[in-house]
C-alpha cells in the first residue's frame, strides 16, 4: 500500500476516511472472503496530489496505477489492453460522505477497436461484446467528457427504430456495431477529440474525471450546504469487470436485505438476466423479482442468501447489495444502508434491537428525524392509517430516545386541542402559548377587534372583560390538560394593524358586525397604520402602551391557575413571558405590571400561585443586553424566527425566493429560516445566553421557533447549553429523537 493508491486486500472499513465509502466497504467485504471482483483505490490523499498537480496524476502515480493493474491482472488472469484476453475494469468514485453529485461510473473501461475482437472471442459472441464496448462509450462520454445521456439514448433508438423498419428480423449485432460508431461521432463533434485508443489514457482520464469532481461546481454547492469540509477530498474505485450480459446464466441485480417499503424480514428487489447496469434505459428488458433468483440460479441460491445475511449483520444494518452473476459465479459489487420508508425504518429499528444485532443507542442514531415526523402527519395530520404495529414501533423507539436525551421538549400551542395533542406526542409542556391566535376564531374575532378599535378606558375595559372569559378558560383547559408540567403564556404579540381589514368592502362588512360607522372603522385604522406592523407596536411594546392589555392577561392566567389547583390534585408549574423586548427597562416596566396584577388577583382570590417572569430574546439589542435583561428575568426563550429576521434584515414571508436565488449563486449555504445559522444568529445566541448566565447562573434557557425541530439545530444548542426547545406539536416526535442524537455524539465526543 502506498500513500496514494491502496489495493481492497490492504484496506478495512475503518480507512473510510482515505478510501470513501466504497472503497472501505469492498475491501472490507474483500478480507471477509465475500467474491469481490479484485481492484484498488484511488486515495483521498492521491485525490489532493492529483488536484494540487493541476488535475493531473504525477508520473510516480502514473507508475504506481500500473503497478496495481498489474495486481489485478495477476489475480484475474487477463492482461489490459491485450488483443487476445483482454481486462476491463470500472471507474466508480468513493466519497467519504454521501454526495449524489458524485456518484458516477465508467464501465467495460479498456476497450477499444483491437480489444473488442479479443472480449468477443472470450465471450464467443460479438454481440455481447459490442453491448460492453456501447456501454462504455456510453459512461465514459457521460462522465469524462460531461455529455448527457439522452444524447446517446437518443442516437440508439434511432438505429434501432431504423433496423426494425427495414426488416423485422434486424440483427441485434449490427445496430450495436452501429451504436458504437453513432457514440464515437457523438463524443468527437461534443467535445473535439476522440475517444483514446490507449487503455491507459482511459483510465487516467476516467480516474482523473471522478476525483476532479470534487471541485466541480455543484459538488462544492453541496458542500457548503451540508456543511461538509472541504479538506476530506474523495477516492476513486478501480476494480476489475465481471460481465451479467454474457448469457443466460448471468444476470446483474440489487438485493434489500429486508424489505425497504415494510420492513419484513424478507430479501426484496430485482435482477436482470443477461444485463448490465442501465439496460433498462438503454433495451427493453424486464425484472426479475429476487425471489425468484432460486429458480434462475438454484445452486447459487444458498451461498447468496449466506451472504446477504452475513453482510446485514456485520453491518448491523438492512443493506442494499448490488450483485452480478458471471456465468454462474457470484460476485458482490457494493453494500451499504438501505433506504427505507419511516414505518419500515422504526420497524427495522425496532427488530434489530430485539434480534440482538444492535443495541438501543445504535438503533436511535442510525433513523432520521425527517421520518418519525412524516409518520405523525401521515397518521394525524393526513388521517392515515399506519397500522398497530408502526405505531407501537413508534413509541418505543422514542422511548429509548427519551432516556437518553438530556434536553427537554416543548410544545409551541394556540389551542387546547394543540395541548393535547402536544401531550399525546410527547411534549413535556408548552414553551410557548400564542395568546393572540386564541382569538382569531370567528365567534372571538369581533370581541378582539372590538378591543383594538375602542375610543376611550371604558370602552376597553368591556372589550377585555370578554377577552378575559375566553382567555381564562382556555388556560384552564391548557392547564388541566398538562398537569403539572410546565406551560409558558406567552403576553399578546400581534399586530393590530394586520388584524384590521383595508379594502371598503371588508371595511363595510365589519363595521356592519361591530355596529360602529364605517367612518369611525375608518380612521381608526388609518390611526393604526404601519408601514413595517412587524416592526411595529408589538410584543412589549403593545403592553407599554396599554397595560391594562398584559394586566388582563396575567389576571386570567393566575385566575386560571387557582381554580385548577383547587379543583385537581397537581399546581400548574406557570411562566408568563414578555415578547419582542429591545431594552432592559422595557422588559422591567412590563414585568412590574404582570407582578402587580398577578399580586392583585391572588390577593382577591385569597391565593398563592407561583409563577416565573421571563422574556423571549428576538431582537438583536436584546441580545446585547441579555446580561442586564437578565437581572429581573426567571428565563430567556430565544425567538430564532423573528431574530434571523432581524440579524438578516429578511422578511421570513417574502424573502423565499431570494434566497433560493442566493443559494443558487454561491452566496448563501442554506436558508437560516429552515436551518439555524450558526455563525452569525448561533453566534448572537451564545452570547446572550452566556451574558445571561453569568448575571443568573441558574437562569432557564429555551429555544422557539421553526428551528427548533431540526437536527442540526438542536445539536448547536445542546452544545450551548439550552434546557428545552419548543417546536410546532407535529415536529415534537422528530425532536425527541434528534435530542437524543445530539446527546450521543456529544457522549461519543467525550470518550
Known amino acids: 500500500m502506498s500513500e496514494f493508491l491502496c489495493s481492497f486486500n490492504e484496506g478495512n472499513r475503518k480507512m473510510k476516511d482515505l478510501l470513501g ?50 495486481e489485478i491482472e495477476e489475480v484475474t488472469g487477463r492482461q489490459f489492453g491485450s488483443e487476445d484476453n483482454p481486462l476491463l475494469v470500472s471507474v466508480r468514485s468513493s466519497s467519504v460522505v454521501s454526495i449524489p453529485t458524485m456518484a458516477h461510473t465508467v464501465l467495460n473501461l479498456g476497450l477499444n477497436e483491437k480489444t473488442v475482437r479479443g472480449l468477443a472471442l472470450r465471450f464467443g459472441s460479438m454481440e455481447t ?48 456495431f452501429d451504436a458504437v460508431e453513432a457514440y464515437k461521432k457523438i463524443i468527437f463533434s461534443k467535445t473535439g477529440r476522440p475517444v483514446p485508443e490507449d487503455p491507459y489514457e ?133 453494500t451499504k444502508s438501505g433506504r427505507r420508508t419511516p414505518s419500515a425504518a422504526v420497524k427495522i429499528a425496532v427488530e434489530m434491537v430485539k434480534e ?13 428525524p425527517a421520518d418519525i415526523n412524516d409518520l405523525v402527519i401521515f397518521g394525524i395530520k393526513k388521517n392515515e392509517d399506519i397500522g398497530e404495529e408502526t405505531i407501537h414501533n413508534f413509541h418505543t423507539i422514542l422511548e429509548w430516545a427519551d432516556d437518553m436525551r438530556v434536553m427537554g421538549v416543548r410544545a409551541n400551542i394556540d389551542t387546547p386541542e394543540d395541548a393535547r395533542i402536544a401531550l399525546r406526542l410527547g411534549a413535556e409542556g408548552v414553551g410557548l402559548c400564542r395568546t393572540e391566535h386564541m382569538f382569531f376564531s370567528e365567534d372571538r374575532i369581533y370581541d378582539f377587534i372590538d378591543m383594538i378599535i375602542a375610543d376611550n378606558d371604558d370602552e376597553r375595559a368591556r372589550a377585555l372583560s370578554k377577552l378575559k372569559k375566553y382567555q381564562k378558560e382556555d388556560f384552564k383547559k391548557i392547564f388541566t390538560i398538562m398537569e403539572d408540567r410546565p406551560v409558558t403564556i406567552r403576553l399578546l404579540d400581534p399586530s393590530f394593524h394586520n388584524v384590521l381589514p383595508h379594502s371598503e368592502k371588508e371595511i363595510k362588512a365589519l363595521a356592519g358586525k361591530l355596529d360602529v360607522t364605517e367612518k369611525k372603522l375608518s380612521a381608526k385604522i388609518i390611526m393604526l397604520k404601519e408601514e413595517n406592523p412587524e416592526m411595529g407596536r408589538r410584543g412589549s411594546r403593545l403592553a407599554v402602551a396599554h397595560p391594562e392589555i398584559a394586566r388582563m392577561q396575567t389576571e386570567a392566567v393566575i385566575e386560571a391557575a387557582f381554580e385548577v389547583d383547587r379543583e385537581n390534585d397537581f399546581v400548574p408549574d406557570i411562566s408568563i413571558m414578555v415578547p419582542f423586548v429591545s431594552t432592559a427597562r422595557e422588559f422591567y416596566y412590563v414585568k412590574d405590571v404582570v407582578d402587580e396584577a398577578a399580586r392583585n388577583t391572588m390577593k382577591r382570590l385569597d391565593a398563592d400561585i407561583d409563577y416565573s417572569v421571563g422574556t423571549m430574546i428576538e431582537t438583536p439589542r436584546a441580545a446585547i443586553l441579555a446580561g442586564s435583561i437578565a437581572e429581573k428575568a426567571d428565563f430567556f426563550s430565544f ?92 415536529r415534537i416526535p422528530g425532536t425527541r429523537l434528534a435530542a437524543a442524537q445530539a446527546q450521543i455524539r456529544a457522549s461519543a465526543r467525550e470518550r
Request: aromatic fraction near 8%.
Open 21 to 70: 465509502v466504497k472503497g472501505a466497504n469492498l475491501s472490507e467485504m474483500t478480507s471477509m472472503g465475500i467474491p469481490v471482483p479484485f481492484g484498488f483505490v484511488v486515495t483521498t490523499r492521491g485525490c489532493r496530489k492529483f488536484l494540487d498537480n493541476r488535475r493531473t496524476f504525477t508520473d510516480e502515480m502514473k507508475i504506481s496505477i500500473r503497478e496495481k493493474i498489474r
Open 129 to 176: 461484446a459490442l453491448d460492453c464496448y456501447t456501454r462504455f462509450l456510453r459512461t465514459y462520454g457521460s462522465v469524462v467528457r460531461g455529455i448527457t445521456e439522452g444524447e446517446f439514448l437518443s442516437a440508439y433508438s434511432a438505429i434501432k427504430n431504423k433496423a426494425k423498419a427495414l426488416t423485422e428480423e434486424y440483427s441485434e449485432e449490427a445496430v450495436l
Open 202 to 334: 482511459q483510465l487516467e482520464e476516467a480516474a482523473g474525471a471522478n476525483l476532479s469532481r470534487w471541485e466541480s461546481e455543484e459538488t462544492q454547492v453541496y458542500r457548503e450546504l451540508h456543511e461538509i469540509p472541504e479538506d476530506i477530498y474523495t477516492a476513486a474505485v478501480i476494480q476489475a469487470m465481471v460481465y451479467g450480459n454474457i448469457d443466460e446464466n448471468s444476470c446483474t441485480g440489487t438485493v434489500f436485505t429486508r424489505d425497504p417499503s415494510t420492513g419484513e424480514r424478507t430479501a426484496c428487489g430485482e435482477f436482470l438476466v443477461k444485463a448490465q447496469g442501465g439496460d433498462r434505459t438503454f433495451r427493453d428488458m424486464t425484472a426479475v423479482r429476487i425471489e425468484r433468483i432460486k429458480d434462475f440460479f438454484p445452486q447459487l441460491y444458498d451461498r447468496f442468501v449466506m451472504i446477504a445475511n452475513l453482510l446485514e449483520r456485520y453491518n448491523r444494518d438492512m443493506q442494499e447489495i448490488e450483485f452480478t452473476i458471471q456465468q454462474g459465479r457470484l460476485f458482490m459489487l457494493e
Open 356 to 368: 440482538g444485532m444492535i443495541t438501543r443507542e445504535t438503533a436511535v442514531a442510525n433513523l432520521r
Open 639 to 730: 425567538g430564532t424566527n423573528d431574530l434571523t429576521e432581524l440579524v438578516y434584515g429578511l422578511s421570513r414571508a417574502d424573502s423565499e425566493e431570494l434566497i433560493e436565488e442566493y443559494i443558487d449563486k454561491d452566496i448563501l449555504d442554506k436558508n437560516p429560516f429552515h436551518s439555524l445559522d450558526k455563525t452569525g444568529v448561533g453566534r448572537i445566541i451564545e452570547m446572550a445566553a452566556s451574558a445571561g448566565r453569568k448575571t443568573k447562573p441558574r437562569l432557564r434557557i429555551g429555544l422557539s421557533g421553526d428551528h427548533g425541530g431540526e437536527s442540526e439545530s438542536i445539536e448547536f444548542c445542546e452544545r450551548i447549553g439550552v434546557d428545552y426547545f419548543s417546536c410546532s406539536t407535529l
